[in-house]
């Protein structure tokens, strides 16, 4: 069975950091593409970052910009999104999706090209 398990969420102050990592099983993860999205109550799911298969290349959300990272280690299986400076706006439910490129495309917006979904984990920035 193909499978995220999605961990790090939780409540935070703003301005404060949090950490998500999601573990792939079932699948090799170096041969996908892997796509950090969130989704806040009565909002449509969102992009936040993307990274490549080998790491090489990312890109992130315009309103995110030099305060999330998004990494992966491979040899664990695991990608990771780091998250600095938070605001209650990046509240949500944050999720990590897997896709194979069969078409080529990075970081897709279509969010049917993604294979394998992580099964969403909250943050909540409050005070």
């Known amino acids: 069975q193909l499978q995220f398990v999605e961990a790090g969420g939780g409540l935070v102050q703003p301005g404060g950091s949090l950490r998500l990592s999601c573990a792939a099983s079932?699948?090799?993860?170096?041969?996908?593409?892997i796509a950090w999205f969130r989704q806040a109550p009565g909002k449509e799911r969102e992009g936040v970052a993307c990274?490549?298969?080998?790491?090489?290349?990312?890109s992130y959300r315009e309103s995110v910009k030099g305060r999330f990272t998004v990494s992966r280690d491979n040899a664990k299986n695991t990608a990771y999104l780091e998250m600095n400076s938070l605001t209650p706006v990046d509240g949500g439910i944050y999720y990590c999706?897997?896709?194979?490129?069969?078409?080529?495309?990075?970081?897709?917006?279509?969010?049917?090209?993604?294979?394998?979904w992580g099964q969403g984990i909250w943050v909540a920035v409050s005070t």
């Open positions: 079932g699948f090799t993860l170096s041969n996908y593409g």
């Open positions: 990274i490549s298969d080998d790491g090489r290349r990312t």
């Open positions: 999706a897997a896709d194979d490129a069969a078409d080529d495309t990075f970081c897709p917006a279509d969010l049917s090209k993604y294979n394998v």
